[in-house]
């Protein structure tokens, strides 16, 4: 993740905060990553 994502963001609770880094790597990482187990094609939504 990168480190901008994170710093300089306030959170409202810490749950937000807690839940932020998942989200991000739901949303961009998992999303975008080629797979070799998929033949390098992305996960299908």
């Not at 749950?15 to 961009?28: K, M, T, V």
Request: proline share 7%; with cysteine; aromatic share 18%.
């Amino acid at each position: 993740m990168k480190v901008e994502e994170v710093y300089g963001r306030k959170f409202n609770t810490i749950q937000e905060a807690q839940f932020f880094p998942f989200d991000c790597i739901e949303r961009y990482y998992n999303r975008k990553r080629r797979h070799s187990a998929l033949d390098f094609v992305p996960k299908p939504e």
